[in-house]
């Protein structure tokens, strides 16, 4: 079970502090190694949410200690360009070859709804709640929505580990890039085609 709270106390020379139940005034131990976001410093103050693990002094610690509120910083420069620039190289696309308009919007409207999916999934996770199926994220992916699932991946630290879920991911994206490439490149042909 996972528990609201908030960082009171924390002593970054030694990488550890208190953070103090929401339900309580207790006061629990949290070690920097606890926490799954290490690119963002803990702040007093931060919003977070954990579960407890007795320790054999009998002692409460908090384990798994995950910002409420992930803030995007300047690593994620990268990534938000790769998203916003597919984004936008698709918009521009539509502008000078016959690729529908509605592409771009659909894309950065499946791009918001995957990011979206993406949070209440960690939201889920954190709180052992039912999860999005890896089905349905895989098929926004493809579906043109995995610039938003590359931006949430990367600020919520959301699916970044389970390899099989990256290959699959990765794999989208190729499916996607090339199918916008292949309608470009065939439009008229595709016309014809329908």
């Not at 006061?27 to 976001?37: L, P, V, Y």
């Not at 916003?84 to 499946?110: C, K, N, R």
Request: no cysteine.
């Amino acid at each position: 079970m996972r528990h609201n709270g908030i960082l009171v106390k924390w002593n970054e020379d030694k990488g550890f502090g208190f953070v103090q139940m929401a339900s309580s005034q207790q006061q629990t131990f949290a070690h920097i190694k606890e926490f799954e976001n290490r690119r963002r410093k803990p702040k007093v103050g931060d919003e977070v949410t954990f579960k407890l693990q007795q320790q054999p002094d009998g002692k409460l610690r908090a384990t798994g200690v995950a910002y409420v509120r992930e803030s995007v910083d300047w690593w994620m420069l990268p990534i938000l360009i790769i998203a916003f620039g597919y984004i936008g190289g698709v918009g521009y696309a539509s502008l000078v070859t016959d690729l529908p308009v509605e592409v771009s919007w659909a894309f950065a409207l499946l791009s918001a709804v995957t990011y979206l999916l993406y949070a209440l999934d960690k939201r889920a996770a954190q709180q052992s709640n039912q999860r999005t199926p890896e089905k349905v994220l895989h098929w926004l992916s493809v579906l043109g929505g995995w610039p938003g699932a590359l931006i949430a991946q990367q600020q919520f630290r959301h699916k970044t580990r389970k390899t099989s879920f990256r290959v699959g991911f990765y794999f989208t994206v190729i499916l996607n890039i090339a199918a916008v490439l292949y309608f470009i490149v065939y439009v008229e042909q595709f016309w014809r085609w329908i």
